[in-house]
């Protein structure tokens, strides 16, 4: 499935919401992902929850990456958070690049677009 045929937004919070009610979906981390998850105020399982409810912003090209993937903005509390996924359609599973607290200095204060 190409990313043009793939609603990236509806995959991973379809892929949150199976694994949260223990049903067939996954959510996987990658070792930079869960190195950089110690450096914020949230939990993995917090991580995981805000997915469900995850809006993609930046849908990143698929001729130099092996899996479609994308920034996503999801909230833990009142907290932005920013996760790059990587979208393994056959395994139903959504990889966690990296995760960061995104920053404004950097990010419109809805933390939707880059600043110019």
Do not use: N
């Not at 833990?76 to 960061?100: E, K, M, N, Q």
């Amino acid at each position: 499935m190409s990313s043009s045929s793939l609603d990236e937004q509806e995959f991973i919070r379809g892929v949150a919401d199976d694994g949260r009610a223990g049903e067939d979906g996954r959510i996987l981390w990658s070792i930079h992902a869960a190195g950089r998850l110690v450096r914020t105020p949230w939990s993995r399982v917090e991580v995981e929850h805000a997915l469900a409810s995850a809006e993609v912003i930046e849908v990143y090209p698929e001729a130099t990456r092996a899996l479609p993937d994308c920034l996503a903005l999801a909230h833990v509390g009142a907290d932005p958070l920013h996760a790059v996924l990587a979208l393994d359609v056959r395994a139903r599973s959504v990889i966690v690049v990296t995760v960061y607290r995104p920053d404004p200095r950097r990010w419109l204060d809805d933390f939707r677009k880059r600043r110019p």
